[in-house]
């Protein structure tokens, strides 16, 4: 699917963005950084509707930021449990069309419709995701994905280099 000339202006301005947030001083520090790519991903895309990074502790998913309208009840997700716990279990993005017709579907928001979940991962592990609700039915496509991924990569270096705890 081709993007449209204005969502490639949207794309190219969320990148640019993204580069000033990892170019930043601010951007060293790993809660900083998460909590500006959560800010920058919701204000930049419009059907970005709620954003959330979560990482792996133990057999979990720890929410560590968000942006969006609300909270949501769904801090810590068990690696076997949600679209969630299924990205991060596989490796592999999920984009999920229609929310109410994935039945590994964990409900946050009543609004949200679809639902994309990008693992931030190297080759050596899955040290967590960024996961994406979108209020239209079938929200996300290839380009989402392809921008996620770039911006999951960058996440996964930082995140890779911090020092062992
Ligand atoms: N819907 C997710 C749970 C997290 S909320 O979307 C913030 C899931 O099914 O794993």
Known sequence: MMAS?????????????IDALFADEGGRDLGALYDGACRVLNESVPNYNWVGIYLVEGD???LV?????????HVRIPLGQGICGAAASSGETIIVDDVNAD??????????RAEIVVPIQDERMVYGEIDIDGDRVAAFGPVD???????????????G????R
């Open 161 to 164: 280099a911090r020092p062992p």
């Open 60 to 62: 979990d998913l720890v």
């Open 65 to 73: 930021a968000w942006r969006g309208p609300a909270p949501t009840e």
């Open 103 to 112: 039945p590994r579907y964990l409900a946050c928001f009543l609004n949200t």
């Open 145 to 159: 994905r392809a921008f996620l991924e770039g911006v999951a990569a960058r996440l996964a270096e930082r995140v």
């Open 5 to 17: 000339l204005h969502e490639t202006a949207v794309y190219q301005a969320a990148g640019a963005r």
